[in-house]
Every structure is written in structure tokens, then in C-alpha cells.
């Protein structure tokens, strides 16, 4: 069973468009995260959300929009899609300090 | 402003010796570091970590030093595995910061057998 499952893991889109990627784990834990692996491979944080309330939101373009249905889901929604957007975007849990588990990544492309 | 560096991008060692990795960071109001270890297309996975109240962690191979002083961190790795080729990445967080974890932008190491 997949802790933390995101999907997809890979996309590839044009210019302008809106795209999701879905994030869900089954580990319980109350508080979620989306990250941004740049093209220099840092790791930024983008979002939390601790029992489907923001808790974090960094310096992030309102074209990127977090959706928390329920503590266990955290999907990221992007409309208006730009070259720069294109990174490896990982969603990942916690339940205390330090235990976060991360989701394999989705390599957004954008051509 | 990147308040945690590690500086170098990569690292090769031969099976069987020690691996270093270094960390450095600028916030003096982190308290708690952690090291995650990434594979290829896999997310990052937690390895180890250390409070600010600690200098020394260890868990198996691997063992964390921290300096406060010089606001430095170490991993060390030993005896290296050719397994433990991968990316590592030094994080660090403060209290009250809804764990939120800065990132550094991670050393790829390499075990040559």
C-alpha cells in the first residue's frame, strides 16, 4: 500500500492550460504539504494545510490553487500553465515534527 | 536566501569507507534537522534527524553531528554501501513553524564497489 500516492507522475501540457495533480495518503496524518523541486533541485515548500485549513502559503502565483477535500487529499490546481511552471511537484504528510512522508513526485512539463 | 546549503552538489566514495556529508545553515532560529535520502524518480525519504539540544545522533550506519556554533551539520555513513547511492537532502525546521522543513539543494553521493 502506497503511503502517500500522487498522480500523475508524469504530465505534459501546453501553454495556457489548467491541469491538477491529485494527492492522497492513507497514513492518517493531519497535516499535508505541496513541494516545488526547482530546475537547482531545492525543495520549497509551496502549501500546508493541517485538517483541510491553509496553514502555509508561500510566495506561490494565485495561479496555483490547493483543494483539501478531507485531512486525507490535497490536490494542487494550476490554471494558466507557463514555461516556468515545468518541476517535479511532491506532495507529502505529517503527523508530528520531522515524520514526513513523501509521494514519488509528478514531473510537470510545460511545452 | 538559502538558509540551509550544502555545497557540495557531489560525492563519491569507495565501498566499505566513511561518507560525509555537509550541511550548513544561516537561520539561528532552527531547532530541529533532519536528513532525508532521495532515489530516482522516488520522493524523498526520511533518514535520520537531531534536536538543537542534542550533538549527536546515531542510528545504525548512520550517525548526524550537529554544531550549533558553527551552525554546521554532518552525516556521516559507515561503512558505505553501494545501496546508499542517492541523493541526500539536509532539512531543518523551527518550532512553531507548522513543520515546515527548509531545504537544502542536496549532495548526490556515490559508493563505487
Known amino acids: 500500500d502506497t503511503a502517500v500516492s500522487q498522480t500523475p507522475k508524469y504530465l505534459v501540457t501546453q501553454m495556457g492550460n489548467d491541469k491538477s495533480i491529485k494527492c492522497e495518503q492513507n497514513l492518517g496524518h493531519d497535516t499535508m504539504y505541496w513541494y516545488k523541486q526547482d530546475s537547482k533541485k531545492f525543495l520549497k515548500i509551496m502549501f500546508s494545510?493541517?485538517?483541510?485549513?491553509?496553514?502555509i502559503n508561500e510566495t506561490v502565483p494565485n495561479r496555483f490553487s490547493p483543494k483539501s477535500p478531507d485531512k486525507a487529499h490535497l490536490n494542487l490546481h494550476i490554471n494558466s500553465l507557463e514555461l516556468g511552471d515545468s518541476a517535479v511537484y511532491f506532495c507529502?504528510?505529517?503527523?508530528?515534527?520531522?515524520?514526513?512522508?513523501f509521494g514519488s513526485g509528478t514531473r510537470l512539463t510545460v511545452v | 536566501d538559502q538558509q540551509v546549503k550544502q555545497n557540495s552538489p557531489s560525492l563519491s566514495v569507495q565501498e566499505g569507507r566513511i561518507s560525509i556529508l555537509n550541511c550548513d545553515y544561516t537561520n539561528s532560529m532552527f531547532d530541529y534537522f533532519l536528513w532525508y535520502k532521495k532515489y530516482p524518480a522516488e520522493g524523498p525519504t526520511f533518514l535520520i534527524s537531531?534536536?538543537?539540544?542534542?550533538d549527536k545522533n546515531e542510528d545504525g550506519r548512520f550517525t548526524v553531528f550537529l554544531n550549533k556554533s558553527a551552525k554546521h551539520l554532518s552525516l556521516h555513513i559507515v561503512p558505505s554501501q553501494p545501496g546508499d547511492s542517492a541523493v541526500y537532502f539536509c532539512a531543518a525546521s523551527e518550532s512553531g513553524s507548522a513543520r515546515q522543513l527548509t531545504f537544502g539543494s542536496g549532495t548526490q553521493l556515490t559508493v563505487l564497489p
Open positions: 507529502a504528510s505529517s503527523r508530528r515534527e520531522g515524520g514526513y512522508t
Open positions: 537531531i534536536s538543537s539540544i542534542k
Open positions: 494545510y493541517n485538517n483541510k485549513e491553509l496553514i
